[in-house]
Antibody
Framework: QVHLVESGGGVVQPGSSLRLSCAAS????????VHWVRQAPGKGLEWVAL????????YYADSVKGRFTISRDNSKNTLSLQMDSLRAGDAALYYC???????????WGQGTMVTVSS | QSALTQPASVSGSPGQSITISCTGS?????????VSWYQQHPGKAPKLMLY???NRPSGVSNRFSGSKSGNTASLTISGLRAEDEADYFC??????????FGGGTKLIVL
């Protein structure tokens, strides 16, 4: 079965760090670009970051640039998001998503929740 | 404020057709045919309904169709069904090599 499973969410204080992971299974992970997308409670979707299939290309939303780092380990079929200097505005459900075509997402995980609170 | 503008809500009766608009700019929707639409039911992950403006992934009903004119893309759902009631989000690739989402539209099936 084809799956994306996120983990690593939790409750953290402003200014702290957190690392999210996304485990892929059931498809050739190394052949696909993958993204992180987040959704604050009761709000819309916000694109966060992209990493190309081989990891050589990375793009970030302005809201997280310089604070978040996307990475992948194709040998372990794993996507990561290192989040530093967390702010209240970063609180959201974080989804990893597989790219199909060009910046379209045909597979999503169930999400992992990040809460930023003092 | 979202980069792409969608109506907050639209409604229709079963069997009718509705259209949801997604307005961007010449730096995104107007310049690229990389517009996608997602359906999201409460508590669920989004589901891809259309990509590259008009293309349907395998398994998506042909009641869902897309179009684009200038800086505005549109999603049309024909033969409205109760199960279509959900939030719908548009996205577009942009000249800055990032992706932008619309604010989302709540579809109410009366």
């Amino acid at each position: 079965q084809v799956h994306l499973v996120e983990s690593g969410g939790g409750v953290v204080q402003p200014g702290s760090s957190l690392r999210l992971s996304c485990a892929a299974s059931g498809f050739p992970f190394s052949a696909y670009a993958v993204h992180w997308v987040r959704q604050a409670p009761g709000k819309g979707l916000e694109w966060v970051a992209l990493i190309s299939s081989d990891g050589s290309i990375r793009y970030y939303a302005d809201s997280v640039k310089g604070r978040f780092t996307i990475s992948r380990d194709n040998s372990k079929n794993t996507l990561s998001l290192q989040m530093d200097s967390l702010r209240a505005g970063d609180a959201a459900l974080y989804y990893c998503a597989r790219e199909r075509g060009f910046y379209a997402f045909d597979m999503w995980g169930q999400g992992t929740m990040v809460t930023v609170s003092s | 404020q979202s980069a792409l503008t969608q109506p907050a809500s639209v409604s229709g009766s079963p069997g009718q057709s509705i259209t949801i608009s997604c307005t961007g700019s010449s730096s995104d929707v107007g310049d690229y045919n990389y517009v996608s639409w997602y359906q999201q039911h409460p508590g669920k992950a989004p589901k891809l309904m259309l990509y590259d403006v008009t293309n349907r992934p395998s398994g998506v009903s042909n009641r869902f169709s897309g179009s684009k004119s200038g800086n505005t893309a549109s999603l049309t759902i024909s033969g409205l069904r109760a199960e279509d009631e959900a939030d719908y989000f548009c996205t577009s690739y942009t000249s800055r090599r990032i992706l932008v989402f619309g604010g989302g539209t709540k579809l109410i099936v009366l």
